[in-house]
Structure formats: structure tokens, C-alpha cells
């Protein structure tokens, strides 16, 4: 839903940016916290400047202590502020997983009390030869605490809108911003105000042939590999954005697969107990009927995200990978 | 502001009432009539009697599990307290979480959880709102002195210490850590030796005396909401029953429990304003007689409470 306003063409660095930017704008109780995130910017400078208009009350520097840093933004949207809390990058959310697994998440559930805090954190691979620790994409982990919303926005506009919707949503929600498409994709973006709803998956590129279920760069993977499947191999394919992890649109990938009869579910995460076996299983369970071919992953290996150009690139899906998996699905 | 009689009888009153309930829940859990384990604050109801009455309604406190007396100060009837550890549907937790995990914002309580360290980067934070907003208000926590071991102490202390935040830090040293014993926990003599290493105020009171808690409680949250930052209190007393109610502590010298019963905080209390002319028998006969009243009434009315539905597990994982 967007007031109608103008579009742009952002990059998704630019997007994130913009709906942090009208959020401190719209809401004084909006604040952010993170590590080098004032004057510094953030590692990838997705809030440069903002100390300079918002002040330091309002984009505050922190101590290394991600568990204190999302314990802290706990505290503060427990009486009325909206934190939103940056975690460096994904990987070291390990750090602060406890209070968001024991504390955070669970309070709404105890003593109804809401708890409207945002994570963000810069998660997945880069091709760029990050290594293990600051590849990862762990939104698997996170699909495992009730209580906790899960958001992986794979393009500009959502990336603005989903994160517009995490902030002024009343639960702690993880948004997992992918690095890899900060700067490198752009596309339109409503210039006002821009909400996605959570939970909610996009169909990024209808298609009769097959599925493709995919979230942050994998969706942007998937649709290189239907691009060329529809040029060189006549083949269509469907893909769909899950967008949200928790909740995920279950009624979106079925229907969507009622349509096609094929799915491949493509995460960059490891693939044994990722949420794309999520997925699957329920593709197996609840659309069983409509299936011609056994539901397929496509996922990370079960090993560290190595570093080197030649091990990381044997670790990740790419559109080749996903373009192949599909011509043998679409064979069967 | 010093206390007045009133003030001074009224300490004494909540820590009764504190023993009361907490023996009332000993006899209930014994019986079977609770859910979950029982968690009491036996020979330490002082910390959380004195630390609470020390503070403005408006503040906010996030307690631990020894805390019972900074329920009852914040208003928490006894009834709203037997509800919770029978799991009852209309209780703070409604039957999803149990023992003393009671939240409710409306009081300015924090619900803890049962990893105990993570109330200090929650009251922290409270404490940053405050700061933010520029409210003259103060977040309070408690901890014991083996959850002073975690990282979590550390990151929330120095960063409570980094940003000036009106907190107040008050560590429960009741001598055990469940099994281990403060020389097993740190190197240290004290937990208070920590206070200049984050460069803040720290103080080491008896924790046996409320009013030296109070008093000790009062001055940091009076520099707190002045601007001054966090203070670190260490209340030394001792745990006098096992870590819960299944822990017969049979690893506690007989000789420790001795000492400190003979210096029970609430004999302590009334022995203080019977020495200043504000206590006697008739008027411990009286208070008595009432808080036994009180608590039958609490335990029946908790009792009549209607349990939680098997549907009720579905519902509020998240908030509308």
C-alpha cells in the first residue's frame, strides 16, 4: 500500500536508507542503536548522515554487546519507543541471540506485553569472498522462535516497504537486508510512504511451467534463471518471493504450484534443516495433488561459507544451478 | 528523604507479608497445588522490600526471581500472586510461563525470564528511554551474584556505564550461586570491586537491613535521575532455603544458616522500631493476624481462579 506517490529508482541500499530516513522522520519514539552506525554510518554506510540530522540521542553508537544492544532495544520499546537495532552483520548475531530467543520473543506470549523492535542486520553471501563469518543466512535460526517475524526483502520497493511494515509492526521483527543486493540492483520505489504487509509473498515473475520458491538474493538469482530459460530454453517459469519468512505465505507457494505442478525451493543457507525443507515439506504435505514431479532444494552445502572465490562459488546456488535443477524438473 | 514511622512500619509490613506468602507457597508447592518449581526469597526479603519502597511509581523495575517483596511493594496482591504460581488463566502469564515471571507495564514491572542476567540489558534500556525522552525516572534490577558472571552483566553494566543511563544495579549476593559459592563465581572479595573497573559508583550494604538498602537504594536513584549514570549496590545477605524447592542445599554448612538466622532481616526490622518506641506485641499479634487472614483469603480466591483452556496455548505469540 503506497500513497500513491511517485516512483524512483533506488538501489536497495538507497531504499533501506529512505524508510529508516521517514521513519525517524514520521515518529519521534523511532531510534536507532548499532555499532558504528552515527558518525561512521554503519560498515555499509546504510545510515550515513543520519546522526547529522537526527542528532546522537537518536542514532546512537554503541559498545560491542549485541547481546546488551538487543536486550537494550528490548528495554526501550517496552516503554514506548520503537528501536531499531543494527546487528554488524548477521553472523554476529550469535552474540545476541540469547535475549531475542529467551527474552524478546516470548514476552508478548507471557504477559501479553507488545514489543514493537526492529533487527536489522546486513546477512548473506557476497560473492565477494566475505568467508564464514560474514556470509551467512541465517534466517532458519530465527524461523525457530515463535514470537519473532522474519523479513527478507529481495528488491528495492521491499526492501523500503517491508521494513516500512517491520517498524510499525507491535513484535520484534528481524529484517535480514542482503548485502549482496545493496548496491548491486536497482528498481522502482514509491517516493511516500511504501508498506508491504508481512507476510505476504510476491509472484516476481508469473510463469506455466514450473516454480521457483526463493527469498533475498536467491529471488534475484531465480529470476536470471528464468530469463534464461525463457530465452534460451522456451521454458517458463514461475517465481515467487516469499518475502517473509515468519509468517510465510503458505496459501501463495500452494497456489502457485497448483498452477505449475513443478517447485525447486532455492535458499543460499544450508540446505539440511533450512527453511527451504520448510517449504518443501509443506509443498509434499499440502499439495501433493497438484504436484508432477518431486518437489526439489537447491541450497548452500552443509559446510562453513568459505572464503575463496573457487570455494565459495562451489558452496552457492547461482542462476546456472537454478536453471539447470529446473530443465531436469521440467524433463521429469 | 528520611523515612517516617509510617515508612519504617511499613517495611517491616511488606517483608512479613513477603515470609507469608512465601510460606503459603512452601506448604502449596509441598502439597502438589502449584505449577511449576517454587523459587522464594527466604532470609533476603530486606533487598527487595527496601529497593523497591525506594522508588517513585513511575519508575521501572525488572526483578528476579527473589524479588517477591518488590511485587507486593509495587502493588501485586497476594492473590495475583498464588494465581500466577497455580498457572491460572487470568494470572499475569495465564499459565504459559509460571513462578514469579509477573510483567505488567502498567506497574512498571518487567517480566523476567529464567536466564537471570538478561534483565540488565532490558532495564538498561528502559533506562535509556528515560534518559531519551528526558523523563525524571529510574529503571531498576536485580540480580544474583552467579548471574554477575555472565557476559550479559558485563555488556549491560559497561554499557549502562558508557551511556550515563538513570539505572540502578542491585546485586543479591545470598552466598550461592544454586550450588557454588562466591569463591567459585569470582576472584574477587566482593561484586562491588567491579564498580570502578566501568567507572561507576558502587556501594556494599548489609542486605539484612532495609533501611540500609532503602537508604543505599534512594541515593543512586537520586543520582540517577539526576543525571549521574548507573550505581552498583551489592546487598550481602544469605539464601536460607535451597536454590528451589526440590534443592535440599545439603551443600550449605550448618554453621552458615546458623549465623544468619540470628540475623533474620525482618526480627532486624522489629527489633529497630521496637528499640524507637514503633512496634510491640500487640501491634506484631495484630499484623500477624492479618496477613494470615489476608493470605487464606488470597490462596481460596486464587484457588477458585479457572485454569487455562488447551486452545489457550495458540494464543498471543505475537500482538495484533
Same mark, same amino acid.
Given at each position: 500500500?503506497?500513497? #500513491?506517490?511517485?516512483?524512483?529508482? *533506488?538501489?536497495?541500499?538507497?531504499?533501506?536508507?529512505?524508510?529508516?530516513?521517514?521513519?525517524?522522520?514520521?515518529?519521534?519514539?523511532?531510534?536507532?542503536?548499532?555499532?558504528?552506525?552515527?558518525?561512521?554510518?554503519?560498515?555499509?554506510?546504510?545510515?550515513?548522515?543520519?546522526?547529522?540530522?537526527? #542528532?546522537?540521542?537518536?542514532?546512537?553508537?554503541?559498545?560491542?554487546?549485541?547481546?546488551?544492544?538487543?536486550?537494550?532495544?528490548?528495554?526501550?520499546? *517496552?516503554?514506548?519507543?520503537?528501536?531499531?537495532?543494527?546487528?554488524?552483520?548477521?553472523?554476529?548475531?550469535?552474540? #545476541?541471540?540469547?535475549?531475542?530467543?529467551?527474552?524478546?520473543?516470548?514476552?508478548?506470549?507471557?504477559?501479553?506485553?507488545?514489543?514493537?523492535?526492529?533487527?536489522?542486520?546486513?546477512?548473506?553471501?557476497?560473492?565477494?569472498?566475505?568467508?564464514?563469518?560474514?556470509?551467512?543466512?541465517?534466517?532458519?535460526?530465527?524461523?525457530?522462535?515463535?514470537?519473532?517475524?522474519?523479513?527478507?526483502?529481495?528488491?528495492?520497493?521491499?526492501?523500503?516497504?517491508?521494513?516500512?511494515?517491520?517498524?510499525?509492526?507491535?513484535?520484534?521483527?528481524?529484517? *535480514?537486508?542482503?548485502?549482496?543486493?545493496?548496491?548491486?540492483?536497482?528498481?522502482?520505489?514509491?517516493?511516500?510512504?511504501?508498506?508491504?504487509?508481512?507476510?505476504?509473498?510476491?509472484?516476481?515473475?508469473?510463469?506455466?511451467?514450473?516454480?521457483?520458491?526463493?527469498? #533475498?538474493?536467491?529471488?534475484?538469482?531465480?529470476?536470471?534463471?528464468?530469463?534464461?530459460?525463457?530465452?534460451?530454453?522456451?521454458?517458463?517459469?514461475?517465481?515467487?518471493?516469499?518475502?517473509?519468512?515468519?509468517?510465510?505465505?503458505?496459501?501463495?507457494?500452494?497456489?502457485?504450484?497448483?498452477?505449475?505442478?513443478?517447485?525447486?525451493?532455492?535458499?543460499?543457507?544450508?540446505?539440511?534443516?533450512?527453511?527451504?525443507?520448510?517449504?518443501?515439506?509443506?509443498?509434499?504435505?499440502?499439495?501433493?495433488?497438484?504436484?508432477?514431479?518431486?518437489?526439489?532444494?537447491?541450497?548452500?552445502?552443509?559446510?562453513?561459507?568459505?572464503?575463496?572465490?573457487?570455494?565459495?562459488?562451489?558452496?552457492?546456488?547461482?542462476?546456472?544451478?537454478?536453471?539447470?535443477?529446473?530443465?531436469?524438473?521440467?524433463?521429469? | 528523604?528520611?523515612?517516617?514511622?509510617?515508612?519504617?512500619?511499613?517495611?517491616?509490613?511488606?517483608?512479613?507479608?513477603?515470609?507469608?506468602?512465601?510460606?503459603?507457597?512452601?506448604?502449596?508447592?509441598?502439597?502438589?497445588?502449584?505449577?511449576?518449581?517454587?523459587?522464594?526469597?527466604?532470609?533476603?526479603?530486606?533487598?527487595?522490600?527496601?529497593?523497591?519502597?525506594? !522508588?517513585?511509581? @513511575?519508575?521501572?523495575?525488572?526483578?528476579?526471581? $527473589?524479588?517477591?517483596?518488590?511485587?507486593?511493594? $509495587?502493588?501485586?496482591?497476594?492473590?495475583?500472586?498464588?494465581?500466577?504460581?497455580?498457572?491460572?488463566?487470568?494470572?499475569?502469564?495465564?499459565?504459559?510461563?509460571?513462578?514469579?515471571?509477573?510483567?505488567?507495564?502498567?506497574?512498571?514491572?518487567?517480566?523476567?525470564?529464567?536466564?537471570? %542476567?538478561?534483565?540488565? %540489558?532490558?532495564?538498561?534500556?528502559?533506562?535509556?528511554?528515560?534518559?531519551?525522552?528526558?523523563?525524571?525516572?529510574?529503571? !531498576?534490577?536485580?540480580?544474583?551474584?552467579?548471574?554477575?558472571?555472565?557476559?550479559?552483566?558485563?555488556?549491560?553494566?559497561?554499557?549502562?556505564?558508557?551511556?550515563?543511563?538513570?539505572?540502578? !544495579?542491585?546485586?543479591?549476593?545470598?552466598?550461592?550461586?544454586?550450588?557454588?559459592?562466591?569463591?567459585?563465581?569470582?576472584?574477587?572479595?566482593?561484586?562491588?570491586?567491579?564498580?570502578?573497573?566501568?567507572?561507576?559508583?558502587?556501594?556494599?550494604?548489609?542486605?539484612?537491613?532495609?533501611?540500609?538498602?532503602?537508604?543505599?537504594?534512594?541515593?543512586?536513584?537520586?543520582?540517577?535521575?539526576?543525571?549521574?549514570?548507573?550505581? !552498583?549496590?551489592?546487598?550481602?545477605?544469605?539464601?536460607?532455603?535451597?536454590?528451589?524447592?526440590?534443592?535440599?542445599?545439603?551443600?550449605? %554448612?550448618?554453621?552458615?544458616?546458623?549465623?544468619?538466622?540470628?540475623?533474620?532481616?525482618?526480627?532486624?526490622?522489629?527489633? $529497630?522500631?521496637?528499640?524507637?518506641?514503633?512496634? @510491640?506485641?500487640?501491634?506484631?499479634?495484630?499484623?500477624?493476624?492479618?496477613? $494470615?487472614?489476608?493470605?487464606?483469603?488470597?490462596?481460596?480466591?486464587?484457588?477458585?481462579?479457572?485454569?487455562?483452556?488447551?486452545?489457550?496455548?495458540?494464543?498471543?505469540?505475537?500482538?495484533?
Amino acid at each position: 500500500m503506497s500513497t #500513491g506517490s511517485a516512483m524512483r529508482t *533506488l538501489t536497495y541500499h538507497e531504499a533501506v536508507r529512505e524508510a529508516l530516513w521517514q521513519a525517524m522522520e514520521a515518529d519521534p519514539a523511532v531510534f536507532l542503536m548499532g555499532e558504528d552506525i552515527a558518525a561512521y554510518g554503519g560498515v555499509y554506510k546504510v545510515t550515513a548522515g543520519f546522526v547529522d540530522r537526527f #542528532g546522537a540521542d537518536r542514532v546512537i553508537d554503541t559498545p560491542i554487546a549485541e547481546n546488551a544492544i538487543i536486550g537494550a532495544a528490548t528495554g526501550a520499546a *517496552l516503554v514506548g519507543m520503537r528501536p531499531i537495532a543494527e546487528i554488524q552483520f548477521a553472523d554476529f548475531i550469535a552474540c #545476541g541471540l540469547d535475549p531475542l530467543v529467551n527474552m524478546t520473543s516470548t514476552i508478548h506470549y507471557r504477559w501479553g506485553q507488545p514489543v514493537p523492535l526492529v533487527v536489522r542486520a546486513p546477512a548473506g553471501a557476497t560473492w565477494a569472498s566475505a568467508g564464514p563469518f560474514h556470509s551467512q543466512s541465517p534466517e532458519a535460526w530465527f524461523a525457530q522462535i515463535p514470537g519473532l517475524k522474519v523479513v527478507m526483502p529481495a528488491t528495492p520497493a521491499d526492501a523500503k516497504g517491508l521494513l516500512t511494515a517491520a517498524i510499525r509492526d507491535p513484535n520484534p521483527v528481524i529484517v *535480514l537486508e542482503q548485502k549482496y543486493l545493496y548496491r548491486r540492483l536497482s528498481g522502482p520505489v514509491p517516493e511516500g510512504e511504501h508498506v508491504v504487509p508481512l507476510g505476504r509473498a510476491a509472484v516476481a515473475r508469473p510463469g506455466r511451467d514450473a516454480t521457483v520458491v526463493a527469498w #533475498g538474493s536467491m529471488a534475484f538469482k531465480a529470476l536470471e534463471a528464468a530469463r534464461m530459460l525463457a530465452d534460451g530454453d522456451g521454458i517458463d517459469v514461475e517465481v515467487v518471493d516469499l518475502r517473509t519468512i515468519v509468517p510465510w505465505d503458505r496459501d501463495a507457494v500452494l497456489a502457485s504450484v497448483a498452477r505449475t505442478g513443478r517447485a525447486v525451493v532455492v535458499y543460499e543457507a544450508h540446505r539440511t534443516a533450512g527453511f527451504g525443507a520448510e517449504v518443501a515439506a509443506t509443498i509434499a504435505e499440502d499439495g501433493f495433488a497438484d504436484l508432477d514431479a518431486p518437489v526439489v532444494r537447491l541450497a548452500g552445502l552443509d559446510t562453513p561459507i568459505p572464503a575463496h572465490p573457487v570455494l565459495e562459488a562451489a558452496y552457492l546456488p547461482d542462476e546456472h544451478a537454478i536453471a539447470d535443477a529446473l530443465r531436469r524438473l521440467v524433463a521429469y | 528523604m528520611p523515612l517516617t514511622p509510617d515508612d519504617r512500619r511499613q517495611l517491616y509490613r511488606f517483608m512479613c507479608l513477603s515470609r507469608a506468602v512465601e510460606d503459603a507457597a512452601w506448604a502449596l508447592a509441598g502439597q502438589g497445588r502449584l505449577v511449576g518449581r517454587l523459587y522464594t526469597s527466604h532470609g533476603q526479603e530486606a533487598i527487595p522490600v527496601g529497593a523497591a519502597y525506594a !522508588l517513585r511509581p @513511575d519508575d521501572v523495575i525488572a526483578p528476579m526471581y $527473589r524479588d517477591m517483596g518488590m511485587h507486593l511493594v $509495587r502493588g501485586v496482591a497476594p492473590v495475583e500472586v498464588f494465581a500466577q504460581y497455580m498457572g491460572k488463566r487470568g494470572s499475569s502469564n495465564a499459565g504459559k510461563d509460571s513462578g514469579l515471571h509477573i510483567g505488567d507495564m502498567a506497574r512498571g514491572i518487567v517480566g523476567m525470564i529464567s536466564v537471570l %542476567p538478561d534483565s540488565l %540489558p532490558v532495564a538498561v534500556g528502559v533506562a535509556l528511554a528515560f534518559k531519551l525522552r528526558r523523563e525524571p525516572r529510574v529503571a !531498576l534490577t536485580s540480580f544474583g551474584e552467579g548471574a554477575a558472571s555472565t557476559g550479559a552483566f558485563h555488556e549491560a553494566v559497561n554499557m549502562a556505564a558508557v551511556m550515563k543511563v538513570p539505572v540502578v !544495579l542491585v546485586c543479591e549476593n545470598n552466598g550461592w550461586a544454586l550450588s557454588t559459592p562466591p569463591e567459585r563465581e569470582f576472584a574477587t572479595a566482593a561484586i562491588v570491586d567491579r564498580a570502578p573497573a566501568y567507572g561507576i559508583p558502587g556501594v556494599q550494604v548489609d542486605g539484612n537491613d532495609v533501611e540500609a538498602v532503602h537508604a543505599a537504594v534512594a541515593e543512586a536513584a537520586a543520582r540517577a535521575r539526576a543525571g549521574g549514570g548507573p550505581t !552498583l549496590i551489592e546487598c550481602l545477605t544469605m539464601r536460607m532455603r535451597g536454590h528451589s524447592i526440590i534443592d535440599p542445599a545439603d551443600y550449605v %554448612p550448618r554453621a552458615q544458616l546458623d549465623a544468619w538466622a540470628a540475623r533474620d532481616p525482618l526480627a532486624g526490622q522489629r527489633e $529497630r522500631l521496637a528499640a524507637a518506641g514503633l512496634w @510491640d506485641d500487640a501491634r506484631e499479634a495484630a499484623l500477624q493476624a492479618e496477613l $494470615r487472614a489476608e493470605v487464606d483469603a488470597a490462596v481460596h480466591a486464587a484457588e477458585a481462579m479457572e485454569d487455562p483452556l488447551p486452545g489457550d496455548v495458540h494464543t498471543g505469540v505475537f500482538a495484533a
